[in-house]
């Protein structure tokens, strides 16, 4: 099976799901409806961001050199509705707003997802504005070595993006996925700038609004995962964290949280919108006290059964963000032995990984294959 057969089997859980729900009798639910083809599928998490600063055509550029299957672009608005590529919608530790005396009165303080935050956000400039702006390293501390290309990158499109996959693998003679991730949609579409509308514009602008496109769209939320669901055939990922709950459900009172989402039962109701799950590493194999893995949670094996795949996120090469079985060394910023970290996981059978450094997941991938 592939993501290719998203609908299909969206559509099929979504017949489970409601005669589970009338006391029908449903068909049973294959053991592991999954086949696991290897290698397994990098996403180059936000570009090649161990090379070059995060959401920048330069990072997603390198990313799919180094041989990433897809390329990983965060969205949030601009003030007239278009879609830009930054981590988070305050951009004073990813761009060099700050040094723009002309917006400083732009600084401010929001309440985002029910936290407050102060700085600057893409919601209060136009594109043109945006356009000014340079690109600066997120981690200058851990990855001192990028800041070397502070200024030289603008803010990128969406629409720019999907220019660069289609342009790129032309030129390589492959297919580059683009998987977007909505950034805060309840938020944003508190503000009446909803990220759906021009998500789905722009994929099917570029010809990719269909169930055979490489194009996947994440969401830590899941009222917009459902909607979407209804609206396009592209897969989607529910991506989870190991702690917490999603925000939308928190703002409709509804008591669930991520570990709710990953429970058997919750996977099961996930698969009825959803074509992937996508933990962070701690949920997949925990780590002890100590920081060393312990042995893999369930999560993968219900995810599996209840017909999604698996994509793990996020495989860094520092120590810093290393299990201790993995570190090399006592500088927190020199690169471990992420290939031994990766292989761990592959183990568990998962079937994709986000990466910082797309050249080891691609490295790690075919070790793994041989």
């Not at 009798?25 to 995060?54: C, K, L, N």
Request: charged fraction near 25%.
């Amino acid at each position: 099976m592939t993501v290719l057969d998203a609908p299909v089997r969206r559509a099929a859980h979504v017949i489970g799901a409601a005669a589970l729900a009338t006391g029908l009798t449903a068909a049973p639910v294959s053991a592991d409806p999954i086949e696991h083809a290897q290698p397994i599928t990098v996403f180059a998490h936000r570009g090649a961001s161990g090379y070059r600063p995060e959401h920048t055509l330069a990072a997603y550029e390198l990313a799919i050199k180094m041989g990433a299957d897809y390329i990983e672009p965060d969205l949030v608005s601009t003030k007239e509705g278009v879609l830009v590529a930054r981590h988070e919608n305050e951009i004073s530790g990813t761009t060099d707003v700050a040094d723009h005396p002309e917006f400083a009165q732009r600084k401010t303080t929001k309440v985002i997802d029910g936290v407050p935050v102060s700085g600057w956000f893409t919601e209060d400039f136009t594109l043109v504005e945006l356009k000014t702006l340079r690109a600066k390293e997120r981690l200058p501390g851990v990855r001192p070595g990028n800041t070397r290309y502070d200024g030289r990158f603008e803010v990128p499109t969406f629409d720019e993006i999907l220019a660069l996959a289609q342009r790129e693998g032309r030129k390589r003679g492959r297919t580059v996925g683009v998987a977007p991730e909505t950034k805060h949609p309840t938020y944003f579409r508190s503000i009446g700038l909803p990220l759906e509308r021009p998500l789905l514009r722009s994929l099917r602008a570029a010809g990719l609004d269909h169930r055979r496109s490489r194009v996947v769209i994440q969401s830590f939320e899941t009222t917009n995962l459902r909607s979407l669901a209804r609206k396009t055939r592209v897969p989607l990922v529910q991506l989870t964290s190991a702690t917490g709950a999603p925000y939308d459900l928190v703002a409709q009172g509804d008591p669930r949280t991520y570990a709710d989402l990953m429970s058997p039962a919750g996977l099961r109701q996930v698969s009825t919108y959803a074509d992937w799950l996508g933990p962070e590493k701690n949920s997949v194999i925990p780590r002890d006290a100590a920081g060393f893995l312990t042995e893999p949670s369930p999560v993968v094996k219900h995810a599996h059964r209840a017909g999604l795949k698996v994509v793990v996120y996020t495989f860094r090469d520092e120590n810093l963000f290393l299990a201790a079985d993995f570190r090399e060394g006592t500088d927190p910023n020199a690169k471990g032995d992420v290939f031994g970290e990766m292989r761990a996981f592959f183990e568990a059978d998962i079937d994709a990984i986000f990466a910082d450094y797309p050249d080891s997941g691609d490295a790690a991938r075919d070790w793994w294959s041989d």
